[in-house]
């Protein structure tokens, strides 16, 4: 659809929908929650298409493919979806925004705005009853939180539909008719929703696990769930609930959130724009002096690499090479077709060169786009070993070590703090007396990841009461002690000494420290060492 389309009359209007007609399901209808139900998500989403009216898709995913179900004009939204076919080993998303073209749902043609969407999601626990349920009390509380502390204050409005996604929740908040020309405004409120909702979930304990999916909430022509479908990792039904009707205004929510914010002492300056100059665009293929050396100087790198490897470049690196070196062509100023002749009369001379319409096919992008590549990329993708390096004379950069230095420590942190957030969860569940399936089941892992855990746990506390226990038989020996040792953190180990009667002074009685559990204490995994 035009971007006048505003201008449209209505012959014209009526005459593109009747070249666009809703396509429905040929196939018998499984929908999994009432259809009246259906329709009315269906509507409230799609809001009033009086003055802007375009395209919803949905999409479904299976086996980590993604496919296109249905675009559907945004009045029959609704009706789509009651006559809908639903696979339960397929997870259903739909587009939160409405689109210019059917099947097109990316941000160049974004044609209105229907909803903010913030995604709350979980990824902890089992998929056992259990865990299903815990998961559904702290929704609950979660959503409390949101009304009785962000709405209450007026920090943010009251959502008009919760839905239900299985691993957490997504809060909708209803537009009024808003035109894309606003997405400006709707990052702004969108962006303050984000920060309120996950300062919110992060500062309560009861809500650990639970964070805001920032990207996919900032996203405006981004996909979410669509009730009625499965949610095929936890085998769960996507329902939803609608809590009122009332839509917002994005303009007028636009101011609040903006005298909310310079109130928390954010100052936002609407001063005059930085005036641009205007790219030439017949210098499509130049760049600056700086980068035309660099490119330049790695172009002769590149083709010294391939005199020393020879002709015989290994399957799966003949590609990336031609790619990489393509592109260092065009960092040197060399216009797409020239730089295109030289990587195809390149790849001619290797044993086994690729097929030039393949080839052709593998750049295209690189033909409309300067892609700029560090040399530590460079390194990685063509597996230049230091050998290597040191003959073609090419090198990671300092920078480029650092960034990977500080990307490979803070992704170890992250790791190291889930893993043991998953232990202690199985050290938990052990002291309350599950077995070691149940354990299994409820934390989602392998029963021998069970048994590694506990069996290092256990070797640890032995290993700290042994260390205790020797310390305190260099004492003296009218002395006995008491040795406590944490599960889950055997170097904090507690000693409570008193004294005993002689003929039991050599005695030590250590014992593990079991948690607290809903009122009672386990002492399963006590001993004694004398």
């Not at 303009?251 to 100059?277: C, M, S, W």
């Not at 073609?392 to 992704?411: F, Q, V």
């Not at 070797?459 to 042994?466: G, I, R, S, V």
């Not at 008193?498 to 809903?518: C, G, L, M, Q």
Request: proline content about 2%; hydrophobic content about 35%; overall charge positive.
């Amino acid at each position: 659809m035009s971007e006048q389309k505003c201008s449209w009359s209505e012959e014209e209007k009526e005459k593109y929908w009747a070249n666009h007609p809703t396509r429905f399901s040929s196939r018998e209808a499984s929908i999994n929650l009432p259809p009246d139900s259906l329709k009315k998500f269906g509507d409230l989403i799609a809001g009033d298409c009086t003055e802007y009216e375009g395209f919803i898709s949905v999409v479904k995913s299976a086996h980590g493919k993604m496919k296109h179900v249905g675009s559907m004009r945004a009045r029959d939204f609704g009706e789509w979806l009651c006559k809908m076919t639903v696979y339960r080993k397929a997870n259903y998303y739909f587009t939160k925004s409405q689109s210019k073209c059917p099947g097109k749902r990316d941000i160049k043609n974004l044609f209105s705005l229907n909803a903010i969407i913030i995604d709350i999601d979980n990824h902890t626990g089992g998929n056992t009853e259990w865990a299903k349920e815990q998961r559904a009390k702290t929704e609950k509380e979660i959503l409390y939180a949101i009304d009785g502390i962000l709405v209450e204050d007026d920090v943010i409005l009251e959502p008009n539909i919760v839905v239900h996604t299985g691993r957490g929740i997504q809060l909708i908040w209803l537009l009024e008719s808003a035109s894309k020309k606003l997405s400006g405004l709707y990052k702004f409120v969108c962006e303050s929703y984000i920060r309120a909702i996950d300062s919110l979930l992060s500062n309560d304990e009861r809500f650990e696990g639970y964070l805001v999916d920032k990207a996919c909430s900032r996203r405006i022509a981004g996909l979410n769930r669509l009730p009625g479908t499965y949610n095929t990792k936890t085998s769960s039904l996507v329902t939803f609930e609608v809590i009122h009707e009332h839509r917002m205004d994005l303009t007028k929510e636009y101011d609040n959130q903006l005298a909310i914010a310079e109130r928390n002492g954010f100052v936002i300056h609407d001063g005059p724009k930085k005036e641009h100059k205007k790219k030439n665009k017949s210098r499509i293929g130049t760049c600056s002096s700086s980068a035309a050396s660099i490119g330049k100087k790695r172009v002769q790198n590149l083709l010294k690499l391939k005199e020393l490897r020879g002709n015989t470049i290994k399957k799966g690196k003949r590609d990336l090479f031609c790619y990489v070196l393509f592109n260092a062509y065009r960092m040197s100023g060399m216009p797409p077709e020239e730089a295109l002749e030289k990587v195809l009369s390149i790849n001619r001379e290797f044993v086994n060169p690729l097929e030039e319409h393949h080839l052709v096919g593998y750049l295209r992008s690189s033909m409309r786009k300067n892609y700029k590549m560090t040399n530590t990329y460079i390194i990685e993708i063509l597996e230049i070993s230091k050998a290597e390096q040191a003959a073609i004379n090419l090198y990671p950069t300092k920078r480029d070590k650092k960034e990977s230095a500080y990307r490979n420590a803070a992704r170890d942190k992250r790791r190291k703090m889930k893993i043991d957030r998953r232990n202690n969860n199985v050290l938990r569940l052990y002291l309350r007396g599950l077995n070691k399936t149940q354990i299994a089941k409820e934390v989602g892992i392998s029963r021998g990841t069970v048994i590694s855990i506990i069996k290092k746990a256990e070797a640890q506390a032995k290993l700290a009461a042994e260390s205790a226990a020797k310390k305190a038989n260099e004492k003296a020996a009218q002395v006995c002690y008491d040795i406590v040792v944490d599960y889950r953190h055997p170097e904090m180990t507690e000693i409570t000494e008193y004294t005993i009667p002689e003929k039991d002074s050599e005695r030590i009685h250590w014992k593990f420290n079991a948690e607290k559990v809903e009122g009672w204490e386990c002492n399963a995994l006590s001993n004694k060492a004398g």
